[in-house]
């Protein structure tokens, strides 16, 4: 087989930026597209030239010529797709977070650890060049023992209010930079405290501001606004700093790696994630799809980022979540 036919569970803004970077990898084939609202359904299967369409997820699992899905729905209905997916001999791509709860990741590890198919979640930082340069170094023994992290990812507030009525930015965002810290480190979350602010009254508060302790010492903030001005003129502020006992990392990217200035004002677009070069979706998604593709078609299974892993961002995240509402220090 020399392409993965892959179908797209979810169809919602970023489950068309799925299908944007399928059609620009080789192989790849958006081979399926399913959704519940019919409207959008025949949209995007117009505009992508999809013939097989579904409004149930479970047809498009029965049919024998889709070998693969990516799952990019909310993170609370994860779960049934997920498990019915790898238990149908599928591939399975699921987006972060990988589930709502604990125990839900732990059902879908355990589907995995069953299937035929690969399962991998896509905390796509992991592809980005950035990041993976650091964590080579790291692995070197550039900074020697880690002692400290400290991460922003911060984003305008014209971005999320409706994703805030689906998901907090602990949960949302800093869920990123906390498998960042797990990956560099190696080590575990211990302990969890976080605060919040809330500025515009929405399901979930505007600001996380979260600390972590590690088993091996170190410790972590992470920073997380989605509430920058209007003006703001980048998609999103993004840096990490990582101290060792014999060096340290810095990371920055999309403010302002490019600046593009206009009558209108300045602005700095995503030139990482899922930008658009030479007229295709490039950059980090891109590559982190085309990663899965390239190991379901060899057979190998996907090591960059592992289901373990990815479970153990979600529990550490989870516990600043409640802290945040608690006011408490929460042990893992």
């Not at 299908?19 to 409207?39: F, Q, V, Y």
């Not at 709860?101 to 796509?124: F, N, P, R, S």
Request: net charge negative.
């Amino acid at each position: 087989m020399e392409r993965l036919r892959i179908g797209v569970i979810g169809l919602g803004w970023f489950g068309e930026i799925h299908c944007d970077a399928i059609t620009a990898i080789p192989s790849l084939e958006l081979a399926g597209l399913c959704t519940r609202t019919e409207s959008r359904l025949e949209e995007l299967a117009g505009k992508y030239g999809v013939a097989k369409t579904y409004t149930d997820y479970n047809e498009m699992l029965a049919d024998p010529k889709i070998d693969a899905v990516s799952i990019v729905t909310m993170w609370d209905q994860h779960t049934a797709p997920a498990v019915a997916a790898l238990e149908a001999g599928k591939h399975v791509f699921l987006e972060k977070p990988m589930a709502h709860t604990v125990a839900d990741c732990a059902q879908i590890c355990a589907a995995a650890a069953k299937a035929k198919g690969h399962l991998m979640v896509g905390h796509i930082c992991r592809f980005n060049p950035r990041y993976a340069a650091a964590k080579q170094h790291i692995a070197d023994g550039g900074i020697g023992r880690i002692l400290s992290l400290s991460s922003r990812r911060n984003i305008p507030a014209a971005w999320t209010p409706e994703i805030l009525n689906k998901i907090g930015p602990i949960m949302g965002d800093a869920i990123h930079d906390t498998d960042l810290m797990l990956w560099f480190t190696g080590a575990r979350v211990v302990s969890a405290y976080a605060q919040t602010v809330d500025l515009r009254g929405l399901k979930y508060p505007d600001i996380g501001q979260t600390m972590y302790r590690f088993d091996n010492g170190a410790t972590a903030t992470l920073e997380t606004v989605w509430c920058m001005p209007e003006k703001t003129p980048y998609d999103i502020d993004e840096r990490m700093n990582i101290v060792g006992a014999e060096g340290f990392v810095q990371i920055q990217d999309s403010f302002p790696n490019l600046g593009l200035c206009t009558k209108d004002g300045f602005r700095s677009p995503d030139t990482t994630y899922w930008p658009q070069l030479h007229g295709m979706t490039a950059g980090a998604l891109r590559d982190e799809l085309s990663y899965f593709a390239n190991c379901c078609l060899s057979g190998e299974t996907p090591s960059i980022i592992t289901p373990a892993e990815s479970m153990a961002a979600v529990e550490a995240a989870l516990a600043a979540e409640e802290s945040a509402r608690t006011g408490e220090v929460v042990q893992l």
